[in-house]
């Protein structure tokens, strides 16, 4: 089945840097990467999501790229602010009718 | 409309004894899964179900987990003679079909909690 691995486990970032979260993927046939974020006691809501079609794709301050040779796709926030802080999780759907989570990033935005 | 629902939201329990937890999705959806979180950990897959049929069982930790949804609608997760490594956040979620592509909408989870 698929095996989704994702670095860092923890990352600190200063107010306004760039944050970037890395995902690796087994299964080739994966088509589908969501990025999931779930701040602290709250449940995990979708932020982005990209398809293997695509190579990039941006929503304001968040992008995701994908590489599907390489079988790695990364997470991409600028201008980081102290509600970015949270646990983020990247997936993949593999062949299987269900999505395979990463172990997730823990983000702390500093003032 | 009303996100998916879990209850109860914290449940503490005897090792030994059995516990159901209750997972009411998003109306209309016809894909619910279920997944477990540890403290600090990821998530990790223990069934899915497309309308009442469960496809895939594979994530299902041992045969002491039994999962079931009636009506398309809620589903029950049922863990028998619980032992302390139980202890978790069990999610659910659900999306309006089984395709990966369908963005999965979580409830608040279940805490348990075995002693």
């Known amino acids: 089945g698929e095996n989704v691995e994702q670095h860092p486990s923890t990352l600190s970032v200063q107010e306004g840097d760039s944050a970037v979260i890395k995902c690796t993927y087994s299964?080739?046939?994966?088509?589908?990467f969501p990025w999931y974020k779930q701040e602290l006691g709250k449940r995990p809501q979708l932020i982005i999501d990209?398809?293997?079609?695509?190579g990039e794709k941006k929503d304001q301050r968040i992008a995701v790229t994908l590489n599907k040779t390489a079988k790695h796709f990364s997470l991409h926030i600028t201008e980081t602010q102290p509600e970015d802080s949270a646990v983020y999780f990247c997936?993949?759907?593999?062949?299987?009718?269900?999505?395979?989570f990463g172990t997730g990033t823990r983000l702390q935005v500093t003032l | 409309g009303a996100g998916v629902s879990q209850s109860p939201s914290n449940k503490v329990t005897e090792k030994g004894k059995d516990v159901e937890l209750r997972c009411d999705p998003i109306?209309?959806?016809?894909?619910l899964y279920w997944y477990r979180q540890s403290l600090g950990q990821g998530l990790e897959f223990l069934i899915y179900?497309?309308?009442?049929?469960?496809?895939?069982k594979s994530g299902l930790p041992s045969d002491r987990f039994s999962a079931e949804r009636t009506g398309g609608s809620v589903s029950t997760l049922t863990i028998q003679r619980t032992q302390q490594e139980d202890s978790a956040v069990y999610l659910c979620?659900?999306?309006?079909?089984?395709?990966?592509?369908?963005?999965?909408?979580f409830g608040p989870g279940t805490r348990l909690t075995v002693t």
């Open positions: 979620a659900s999306s309006l079909v089984v395709m990966n592509s369908y963005e999965q909408y």
């Open positions: 299964d080739s046939a994966s088509n589908y």
């Open positions: 990209i398809r293997s079609n695509v």
């Open positions: 997936a993949a759907d593999g062949t299987a009718s269900k999505l395979t």
């Open positions: 109306s209309g959806h016809t894909a």
């Open positions: 179900f497309q309308g009442n049929s469960a496809p895939d």
